[in-house]
C-alpha cells in the first residue's frame, strides 16, 4: 500500500509520529508532507530543544530534521515540501491508494472543505477526494465551532473520514503511550492495513504488574 502522510499545525505531532513508526512492513511506501507550521509544532513538541522553550515561540524544524523527528530517516518515507505542486501526491495519476492528515488543524480542515487547493496538502486531499481514494482527517481541536462542525460535514459528504484525536480509557491506558497507539490504531483501520496496539472492546483488561 502506498499513501500520502500531511503534517500539519495543530497540536498532536506524537500521533504522526507514531503513526509512521508502525508503518515499516505495514506500508510500502510513504509520501510525507509537512506544514510550515507543522514544522513548528513538531519541534515544539517533539525535540528536546522544543521542550525546554515551552511557552515560547516554536522554531521551524529544517527539513534534514523534520524527517528525523517524525520517523528517523526511515528509507521508505519521501518528504516533499507543501508548496511544491509538482510534486507526486499532486497528482490523480499518482498510484497512492488513500490519505491521511494526522494531525488536521481547522485551518486545513476548512481549506480542503472549499476545495482550496493551494498547497501540496490541501492538493492531495482533493485529489483524494475527486478519485474516490479514502482521506482521513484526524482533527485535533477543542471545543468546535459551527464553521468547524459544518466543515467536518462536508468533507464526509464528499466522502472523506473525520477521526477525532480523541482515545478512549476502557483498554485501562497506564501511560501516555497507551492513549497515542489507541488513536494511532483508529487510523489504520481507517485506512485499511489492520493492526494490534490496544485490546478491543470487551477483551480483558491489562493485569497490573
Known sequence: ?????????ASGAIYARRFLELTP???EKVHLVVSERGRQVAAQELSPA???QAGSAPARAPSDDIKSLLC???QHVVLYDDNDLTAPP???????????????SMGTLGRIAAGA??????????VALKERRRLVLVCRETPLSLIHLRNMTAVTEAGGVILPAAPGWYHRPRQLGDLVD???QRIYQALGPGIDLVPEWGAPPPQAE
Request: hydrophobic share 60%; proline share 2%; net charge negative.
Open 25 to 27: 512492513g505495514r506500508i
Open 117 to 126: 487547493a493551494d498547497t501540496l496538502i490541501t492538493r492531495a486531499a482533493d
Open 90 to 104: 499532486a497528482s490523480g495519476l499518482s498510484a497512492w491508494q488513500a490519505m491521511v492528515v494526522v494531525p488536521c
Open 1 to 9: 500500500m502506498e499513501i500520502v502522510v500531511a503534517v500539519t499545525g
Open 72 to 74: 528517523a530517516q526511515a
Open 50 to 52: 522544543g521542550a525546554t
Open 182 to 184: 489507541f488513536v494511532v
